[in-house]
């Protein structure tokens, strides 16, 4: 093949390898996937009787707004009331919020306040609560977030089948032994904003 040949050769070679590099990422890759998933569909998860207690953990900072409505949802779900209560690590707030939180400590007896002792960041508010819970499974969530009523049960459903590994938005760290299911906006188990986080621990006060 001449040079003539070859230059007008490499347009075409450059448009159909561009051409198939888009009809495998619209068609293909999700085919592919379809066909992976058909053929390695993972168990269902069936639900056992087993209801472990639940403690949920919020980091608030000035959440004056939202906190009576988190407290009340959480309380509200469709789990034993002696098997839920609510830790909220208020983070310095200064709006609110610590008077909101003990006056359903107090009527309730289901919540209780923690502080930071000043503005110190989510990472230590939550440091700081899940030591304190005493569920076998601790759920870490927003003070924004809204759950159906039935968000705590369909979560610890999960836990309930040891095969729970990484997957999606099921997230193993299988070298702790720790599961970690992660609910993000617009799943079935929420209704609004926030995410939530769910830890099986060894004993109560520690992660493993």
Request: hydrophobic letters at 45%.
């Amino acid at each position: 093949m001449d040079s003539t040949g070859a230059a007008q050769l490499a347009p075409q070679l450059i448009f159909w390898s561009a051409l198939a590099v888009l009809c495998y990422t619209y068609f293909g890759y999700p085919l592919a996937l379809a066909l992976l998933a058909a053929i390695r569909r993972p168990p269902a998860i069936a639900a056992g009787d087993h209801q472990p207690s639940v403690t949920v953990v919020v980091a608030a900072w000035n959440e004056a707004a939202t906190i009576a409505g988190k407290i009340e949802n959480t309380l509200a779900q469709r789990y034993p009331a002696e098997l839920l209560d609510l830790i909220v690590v208020s983070d310095g707030s200064t709006d609110g919020t610590d008077e909101i939180v003990a006056g359903h400590a107090a009527s309730t007896g289901r919540v209780r306040l923690l502080k930071t002792g000043g503005r110190q960041g989510k990472s230590l508010a939550l440091n700081l609560g899940v030591p304190a819970a005493r569920g076998e499974i601790v759920v870490l969530t927003d003070a924004n977030a809204t759950f159906a009523p039935d968000a705590i049960a369909q979560l610890v459903r999960l836990l309930s089948d040891p095969r729970v590994g990484e997957e999606a938005r099921l997230e193993a760290e299988l070298g702790r032994e720790e599961v970690v299911v992660v609910v993000e906006p617009g799943d079935p188990v929420a209704r609004s904003g926030g995410d939530a986080r769910v830890h099986r621990r060894a004993q109560p006060g520690r992660l493993l």
